[in-house]
């Protein structure tokens, strides 16, 4: 018999193993205007490691939980200094809700009255999240001060190819 021979394979044949392509970066926008609200460069990263100063396990529902079994964070955080429209946003939104509050006493037409420390979509008016200068605590543990806390079930995370 005679000696199995290595046929060469032709290089093309072979298929070569397709790379997912990773997105640049990431946009947020409005989930029910699609209103694009803040870039992926605009939020502030917190640490959610157990050695990280201040996290700590809470009670949801009556029951422990330990804030540290999630794997992904349930709220985006954003810089008010790189995201100036939260910090203005609110104020403009709070100051005329204070007017209009005022003005109700003295008519009998009802006006809207915002809920303070609440964030708005700046075009539907969507409530996306709430603001507290004290400070916030992720569901991944870490507290956040000051927090302007976006709700990632109000907002889409888009990708953007480039």
């Known amino acids: 018999m005679s000696a199995p021979v290595d046929t060469p394979i032709a ?3 072979i298929a070569a193993p397709q790379e997912t392509p990773v997105p640049k970066t990431y946009v947020y926008s409005c989930r ?6 803040f870039h992926h460069e605009e939020l502030v990263p917190h640490d959610a490691s157990v050695e990280a100063k201040g996290n ?14 999630t794997t992904e964070c349930t709220s985006y955080f954003l810089d008010p ?13 709070h100051a005329n809700s204070a ?7 003295t008519t009998a037409q ?16 969507a409530k996306i999240g709430s603001q507290h200068w004290r400070g ?5 543990g870490a507290w956040v001060t000051p927090a302007f806390k976006i709700l990632a079930k ?7 190819w480039e």
């Open 81 to 93: 200094d790189v995201s100036p429209w939260v910090a203005e946003e609110s104020r403009e939104l």
């Open 154 to 160: 109000a907002i889409d995370k888009l990708p953007v």
């Open 110 to 125: 009802p006006t809207t009255v915002v809920d303070p420390d609440t964030i708005y979509c700046t075009k539907c008016r």
């Open 11 to 13: 290089v093309d044949a």
């Open 99 to 105: 007017v209009a509050a005022a003005s109700e006493t």
């Open 136 to 140: 916030s605590q992720c569901s991944c």
């Open 32 to 37: 029910k205007c699609r209103h694009t609200l």
């Open 56 to 69: 700590k396990g809470f009670t949801r529902r009556g029951q422990y939980y330990d804030a540290h079994t």
